[in-house]
């Protein structure tokens, strides 16, 4: 049920959905079409292969454009384009799919539609005249558009949660960066962070299709997403910091791990800290865990990513590192004595910056 939840799209079904998006010439087409209260059946693909399954109507072999393609729609048949939408190829064809291909449409026209994209793997674009509405099949796949101000209500309250939990993030990370100065960090710390920076993630990744439906229209709300996001990169780096190392076993199998976990499992910390590898259960509070340092080194925002790994290596926690002597921190790889007395500054800097931010 998790993985049937988080399937992706297809990348053939997002290119459909990118071809009929606000600011393109078929959207264009589809919405004088629906202003008009006409129907349209158009298929993109290899025109050759849709031609075989096809008969009658008249062939275009013209440029695409919004203009030609509304008119050519007031025609009853199906209208053949290739595979980018960049020319039409045939006009007022008669669609012949393999008709033992099973169906849940009702209407002629979709269920042609939807069993032909199924037979070709092709995308098709039913436009209802008696709903006013537009569907879209790729393959296997298949979706009813919503109109502009309906994606665009849907994806500020989108956008709105994901700013309340982005906002929850941020506390329980600086929360978190405040106990690693104190070397008092337990289990439930670190998986309260990672359960938070989960659900951001999916909060971030169901803004996602309404961007991508919204095409042109979409574009202050992906800037607010990307602005929004900013911390996740940072904050995963908890699970670098704590996850428990074991043979055949590194960090990116453990972020798929906790990617994997259904979003009913994720309100159980049990579940995160099983999938960090300390168990189902979480330990006792009394037990404290000591992270790598990869976070906190990240947040000085004056270290290459090669420094910060070289550091870790060699220390092996964020501990280590701080009370390291500056002719230790100059002894590793790339890190001269300026480098060496940054580190040592901007340490101290983030921990006395978390003090003023607490009280």
């Given amino acids: 049920m998790a993985k049937q939840r988080r399937r992706k799209k297809t990348v053939a079904f997002q290119d459909a959905v990118k071809m009929i ?28 292969r849709l031609a075989e399954l096809s008969e009658g109507g008249v062939k275009v072999d ?9 008119e050519l729609c007031k025609m009853d048949g199906a209208i053949i384009l290739n595979r980018d939408a ?32 199924r037979q070709v793997g092709c995308t098709v674009v039913a436009v209802s005249e008696r709903r006013s509405s537009v569907t879209v099949y790729a393959g296997n796949a298949k979706q009813v558009m919503d ?13 709105q949660t994901l700013e309340k939990y982005i906002n929850v993030l941020n506390q329980t990370t600086q929360d978190l960066t405040t106990r690693e100065f104190q070397d008092m960090v337990t289990i439930f ?10 659900m951001v993630v999916r909060i971030a990744e169901e803004v996602e299709p309404y961007i991508l439906e919204l095409g042109t229209e979409g ?25 428990r190392e074991k043979p055949n076993l590194n960090y990116d199998d453990v972020l798929k791990k906790v990617r994997a976990i259904s979003q009913h499992d994720l309100l159980n910390l049990g579940h995160i800290s099983q999938a ?26 004056r270290l290459s990513p090669q420094i910060i790994e070289s550091l870790v290596q060699r220390f092996g926690a964020l501990q280590q590192i701080m009370r ?32 003023l931010d607490r009280r």
Avoid: W
């Avoid at 002597?325 to 340490?347: N, T």
């Fill in 219 to 243: 574009r202050l709300i992906e800037l607010q997403l990307q602005e929004l996001t900013i911390p996740v990169e940072e904050a995963e780096l908890v699970i670098k910091d704590y996850y």
């Fill in 276 to 301: 960090l590898g300390y168990g189902p259960h979480l330990r006792s509070v009394d037990t404290y865990l000591s992270p790598r340092g990869y976070r906190v080194l990240t947040q000085t925002h």
């Fill in 189 to 198: 710390d670190v998986c309260r962070a990672v359960q938070r920076c989960e």
């Fill in 86 to 117: 960049s020319r039409i190829a045939y006009a007022n064809r008669f669609l012949k799919p393999d008709s033992s291909i099973p169906s849940d449409e009702t209407g002629t026209r979709h269920r042609a539609a939807e069993r032909l994209a």
């Fill in 324 to 355: 390291a002597p500056k002719d230790d921190l100059v002894a590793v790889e790339g890190v001269g004595e300026v480098l060496a007395e940054r580190v040592r500054v901007s340490l101290n800097l983030l921990r006395n910056q978390l003090a």
């Fill in 21 to 48: 998006s606000p600011g393109t010439r078929v959207r264009e087409a589809i919405s004088a079409i629906l202003q008009s209260r006409m129907g349209a059946l158009l298929c993109i693909g290899e025109p050759k």
């Fill in 62 to 70: 013209a440029p695409c454009t919004p203009q030609l393609l509304y």
């Fill in 147 to 159: 109109n502009i101000a309906t994606l665009l209500n849907k994806a500020t309250q989108a956008i």
